[in-house]
């Protein structure tokens, strides 16, 4: 059955668990970064990662539609259908999605993968193009992230670029280096060293394809380092972070962002009174949350908003166990059927969890954002 509620109604109108959006937060967010690169003069290819909406893609772009990030393919299908372009695909490219892509590649005016292996290489040789068209190709680095890239210091990571760049059909469009090390980071200014390193790392590794006479694109980021840029980073073309317009506790732990901008909240209501263990019983469980942040906040899975004093100790798949850090709870203060707002730990794991997320104007329900889902 459908759910009544309507626009203009209040958030409490809503059955819970429930994901709601502060648009307000969101396009301040986002029109935030927009000015911040428009001043370096780098440009913002937002990602989409956390959302995975259109709505919310069209506020990053300034409604443009162009010149942005996916992580999966199905966002990239999903954006393409949409009248979105000049996309790329930044995951090292799976060989299971050649075809896909090639598909893409052929339709769009510019879509972009991305590679850190030669046998990628080879994959993307053997489905040449059609109608004269090149696959448009990234180089990862890692630069210190240490995750998916070929290491920047790498001889390895000069020839590949080289093969990339020489091979027929096939054009070295940039090189991109995600500095996801920026979340082992606490304050501006561990955050602002990284972005200098994975800034002058990429940079070093530019001035070497110049020397065999290779030019491209460069693109640095991640949420951290691109809320607090360094001057060094006017030197790339491009930057590429996303979760900022939602942020999250994390990103506040982190340094990026203050608890006010955090933009996305989860709805949940008290079901049950546990006085033989001191706990309150919320209708979210991890199907609502995510168990992301297990273990990294004094408050448990998340921040009860409003509520300091409570922690939110465990989850299950539909049950969450809610406790005070210390002393009795009050059961008279928390009456069945009534709200706890949870602030979530990361907010990409959380909207990963909800089929639909509810936007909302200072607390009045603006409508509805439904995100695409899949691989
Ligand atoms: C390859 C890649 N690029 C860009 C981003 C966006 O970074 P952030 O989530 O810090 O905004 C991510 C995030 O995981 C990523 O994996």
Redesign the pocket.
């Known amino acids: 059955m459908r759910s009544t509620v309507m626009d203009g109604q209040p958030l409490s109108a809503l059955c819970t668990p429930a994901m709601v959006v502060d648009l307000d937060k969101v396009k301040k967010n986002a029109q935030r970064m927009i000015e911040k690169f428009e001043k370096l003069g780098v440009k913002l290819r937002p990602?989409m990662?956390?959302h995975k909406t259109i709505e919310c893609a069209d506020i990053m772009t300034g409604g443009s539609r162009r010149c942005i990030?996916v992580?999966t393919l199905g966002e990239a299908c999903f954006y393409a259908d949409h009248g979105f372009d000049d996309i790329l695909y930044?995951?090292s490219l799976p060989f299971d999605k050649v075809e896909r892509c090639a598909i893409l590649s052929e339709r769009l005016e510019l879509f972009q993968v991305l590679l850190d292996h030669p046998d990628a290489l080879k994959q993307l040789r053997k489905r040449p193009l059609k109608c004269g068209r090149r696959w448009h190709v990234w180089l990862k680095l890692d630069c210190g992230n240490g995750?998916?890239g070929i290491l920047h210091s790498e001889p390895e990571a000069l020839r590949l670029a080289q093969s990339i760049a020489a091979a027929d059909g096939v054009e070295l469009t940039g090189v991109?280096a995600?500095c996801?090390n920026?979340?082992n980071c606490r304050g501006v200014q561990q955050i602002q060293r990284v972005a200098k390193d994975t800034t002058t790392f990429t940079m070093q590794f530019m001035e070497k394809l110049k020397i065999f006479g290779i030019t491209c694109k460069s693109s640095i980021?991640?949420?951290?380092s691109?809320s607090h840029p360094v001057q060094d980073m006017v030197h790339l073309t491009e930057v590429?972070?996303?979760?900022?317009v939602f942020y999250d506790v994390q990103q506040s732990i982190i340094g990026s962002c203050s608890v006010e901008d955090i933009a996305v909240r989860v709805l949940t209501r008290i079901i049950g009174h546990c006085p033989h263990r001191n706990q309150l019983l919320i209708d979210c469980g991890w199907t609502g949350l995510s168990l992301d942040g297990a273990g990294k906040l004094p408050t448990g899975y998340a921040v009860i908003e409003g509520h300091p004093d409570l922690m939110l100790l465990s989850m299950t798949q539909e049950h969450g166990k809610v406790e005070p850090l210390s002393g009795k709870l009050d059961f008279n203060m928390y009456p069945l059927g009534s709200l706890l707002t949870l602030i979530p730990y990361h907010s990409?794991a959380t909207a990963a969890m909800h089929p639909v997320y509810h936007v909302h104007s200072e607390g009045v329900l603006m409508g509805k954002w439904k995100p695409t889902r899949g691989w």
């Open positions: 990602h990662k956390t990030v992580s930044a995951y995750r998916a991109y995600h996801g920026t979340y980021g991640s949420t951290p691109c590429h972070p996303g979760n900022y990409c």
